[in-house]
Each structure stands twice: as C-alpha cells, then as structure tokens.
C-alpha cells in the first residue's frame, strides 16, 4: 500500500503545482494529496496535526490570494467595478484561452482578460484612458505576485510532506 500512497500523494503534488500557476486552489490539493496518503498507507508519521497544518495553510492562501490581487489592483488605482471587471474578465479569458492553448493558453488569457476587464470596467467608470490602463496593470501585477507567492508556498508545503514521509 505504500507505493500506492506514494503515487497518489506525487500525483496530487504535481497537480496541485499546475494548479499554483493557472491561479487555481493547488495548495488544498497538495493538501488532499498528503490526506490520501495518510489514508491508504495509514502513516502515523503524517499526523493529523501535520494535516490541520497544512488545511490551514491552503485556505488561508486561498484567501490571501484574493486579497492580494484587490489589494494590488486598488494600489494602482482600480475601483470596485475594475476589480469586478478584472474578475470577470480574467474567467473569460481563462475559458477562451484553454480552447486556444489548453493550461498554458488559460493561463495567458486569465491574465489578459483580467486587464481588459479591469480596463473595460474603469474607463466604462472615468472614460480617462490612462487611470483605466494603471487600473488594469495593477489588476494584472496582484494576480502575478499572488500566484508567485501561492506557488512558493506549495513548494514549502511539498518540502514538509517528504519530510514527513521520508
């Protein structure tokens, strides 16, 4: 059963990598990753206090993740429509790009429609086309710096794993 374990768990690893850097909830899958481990292998080493840990950890990166991008945004000067924009906008160009390039091309496209969402919506509010492009780059430099810091956090979350399984 542990080889098996060792699968799922490398499995849910590289999953949850990928899914840092298309800006989807990749550190809860490491997290379900090292849960399933635990549960075929039944490894007391991973501790169910280790799991809470690292349930914790995903969700509050989850949260700060959202945060970040907001925060990014309204320090370039993005109203609340800009960031609704850059939402919506950041959805439909993940969609489009997956039908274009899949994983790479919704990556690329969730950024660039977030610009052009958050573009949209501010000059739709200012019709002042140079507050509206800060709007958008300020959208865009929040949802980099958060994957980055969601991805590094994964890593550091992948390194306390092995230890434990090792």
């Known amino acids: 059963m542990h080889v098996l374990g060792l699968i799922v768990l490398f499995l849910f690893i590289t999953i949850g990598m990928a899914l840092c850097l298309v800006a989807l909830p990749g550190p809860l899958v490491i997290f379900f990753g090292a849960l399933l481990y635990r549960a075929i292998t039944d490894n007391t080493d991973v501790s169910v206090w280790f799991l809470a840990v690292l349930c914790t950890i995903g969700v509050v990166c989850e949260v700060l993740e959202y945060f970040s991008g907001v925060v990014g945004a309204r320090r370039f000067g993005a109203s609340r429509r800009a960031l609704w924009g850059a939402l919506g906008g950041g959805m439909a160009g993940a969609v489009v790009g997956w039908f274009t390039f899949p994983v790479i091309g919704s990556l ?59």
Not at 130 to 136: I, K, N, P, V, Y
Not at 144 to 159: P, T
């Open 108 to 166: 690329a496209g969730g950024i660039a429609g977030a610009f052009v969402g958050a573009f949209a919506a501010e000059y739709g509010k200012r019709k002042e086309a140079a507050g509206s492009f800060r709007a958008g780059v300020g959208t865009v430099a929040g949802r980099l710096v958060a994957m980055l810091v969601k991805a590094a956090v994964a890593v550091g979350m992948i390194i306390a794993i092995l230890f434990q399984v090792f």
